[in-house]
């Protein structure tokens, strides 16, 4: 059964830095591109930033570019979305999100359950 | 960027009756990279289609969903009480990747 757990989610001042992490269990970690989507309370999603299966080829959404960077470990089949500069909008529930193919641009087949991340002073 | 707009904003239906969703895109989705998601309070969404008319495993087949170019539907056969739910669009086509602002099917 394909796993995706969230982590790292919290409260954060705003300019402040946080790590989500997810882990993922019960595929092979390496054929799969990878994503975050956020969505913030009640509202719609939001497409944040996408890796293809080898790491080497990454996109971001004009809102997080620059201030966001995703990585993937594939020793520990996780995948990583360091968030800098935070500010108030980036409020959100983060899920992790498995694309159907090797790629970054394709539907999403399996969701985690979310980590939430709060912006606030 | 393409932008996608689900109408209507929410569906009021009784169980057994026919829901049909819209979502058209700001410009043409290339090769009709479209999908549809159900996500239920407290819940991840869940991948219903692909491709504008691909089941996902598992989906039962009153899900159906068509559609091209730039207008595409999401249709509900005949609604059991659990497809209650919001359900969004999401086109792949292009980068960045965009989601519709979603459709909430309720009880009536």
């Known amino acids: 059964e394909v796993q995706l757990v969230e982590s790292g989610g919290g409260v954060v001042r705003p300019g402040g830095s946080l790590r989500l992490s997810c882990t993922a269990s019960?595929?092979?970690?390496?054929?799969?591109?990878m994503s975050w989507v956020r969505q913030v309370p009640g509202k719609g999603l939001e497409w944040v930033s996408g890796v293809n299966w080898t790491g080497g080829s990454t996109g971001y959404a004009g809102s997080v570019k620059g201030r966001f960077t995703i990585s993937r470990d594939y020793a520990k089949n996780s995948l990583y979305l360091h968030m800098n500069n935070l500010r108030a909008e980036d409020t959100a529930f983060y899920y992790c999100a498995r694309h159907s193919l090797i790629v970054a641009g394709s539907w999403f087949d399996s969701w985690g359950q979310g980590t939430l991340v709060t912006v606030s002073s | 960027e393409i932008v996608l707009t689900q109408s209507p904003g929410t569906l009021s239906l009784s169980p057994g009756e026919r829901a049909t969703l819209s979502c058209r895109a700001s410009?043409?989705?290339?090769?009709?990279?479209l999908a549809w998601y159900q996500q239920k309070p407290g819940q991840a969404p869940r991948l219903l289609i692909y491709g504008a008319s691909s089941r996902a495993n598992g989906i039962p087949d009153r899900f159906s969903g068509s559609g091209s170019g730039t207008d595409f539907t999401l249709t509900i056969s005949r609604l059991e009480p659990e497809d209650f739910a919001v359900f969004y669009c999401q086109q792949y086509g292009s980068s960045p990747l965009t989601f519709g602002g979603g459709t909430k099917v309720e009880i009536k």
């Open positions: 410009q043409s989705v290339s090769d009709s990279y």
């Open positions: 019960g595929f092979t970690f390496d054929n799969y591109g």
